[in-house]
């Protein structure tokens, strides 16, 4: 999408990875939820139009032959596992369960946010925001987290943009959150048009890999998340 900028890069991870000339999905197991399982959903702030749209574009993941497992939003702020705020900076979310553990155990604090989401946000951005943080909610990380990851990051040049405005990122969070490798990860077949995949600029690698932005599930997001959770 075009007019998004690096400041849509959520705060919990980013972006893809190529194994053998093909990127993949991770889900991680730790982080799961059990299928079936009520997940309760709360606002900690925003303004009551602005969480509808939430509501909806989220509740896209456990559709139908989706995701088993049922968001339950209430109707004002309560010590539920998510909870959403639209104050702070960026776009971010807990992955899956870890919504429940440090750091995420004070209750007046968010575990997902959308900051600037207002009424004149486009739908279109925001549904796609939306569903990729709540696809960290359901416990999916970014590609390049997976054991095999095989982008060959031009580690200098992620380092020059991304610790510049506008996300101004330390060389640890940037490290932590496109570099480092997760070991505990289930994955799948994937495809580049995943909702879990952010741009990635040619020359963040010497791989030759662009990706730009991505504003759906793809039918492999919807396979794999009825997969994890039947
Ligand atoms: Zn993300």
């Not at 925001?126 to 696809?135: D, K, P, Q, T």
């Amino acid at each position: 999408m075009s007019d998004r900028t690096e400041s849509d890069f959520c705060g919990s991870l980013l972006v893809g990875e190529v194994i053998s000339g093909k990127p993949r999905a991770a889900l991680v197991r730790g982080a799961k939820w059990n299928p079936g399982d009520r997940i309760e959903v709360c606002f900690l702030d925003g303004v009551p139009s602005v969480q509808e749209r939430v509501k909806t574009f989220a509740k896209e993941w456990t559709a139908l032959g989706l995701a088993n497992l049922r968001f339950v939003f209430r109707r004002k702020p309560a010590a539920t596992p998510i909870r959403i705020s639209f104050k702070y900076q960026g776009h971010w979310s807990a992955i899956g369960k870890e919504c429940l553990a440090s750091p995420f155990t004070d209750a007046t604090q968010p575990t997902m946010n959308f900051g600037g989401f207002d009424e004149e946000t486009p739908d279109e951005m925001m549904r796609a925001v939306v569903l990729h943080e709540f696809g960290h909610a359901l416990g999916l990380t970014h590609e390049h987290m997976s054991p095999a990851a095989g982008i060959h990051w031009n580690e200098e040049q992620v380092y020059a943009d991304l610790s510049g405005p506008p996300n101004h990122w330390s060389r640890e969070i940037i490290r932590k959150n496109i570099f480092e490798v997760r070991e505990d990860t289930n994955y799948t077949e994937f495809d580049p048009s995943s909702i879990m995949l952010y741009r990635i600029k040619k020359s963040w690698n010497f791989d030759g890999l662009e990706v730009g932005w991505n504003n759906d599930l793809s039918p492999t997001d919807r396979a794999f998340i009825r997969q994890q959770y039947p």
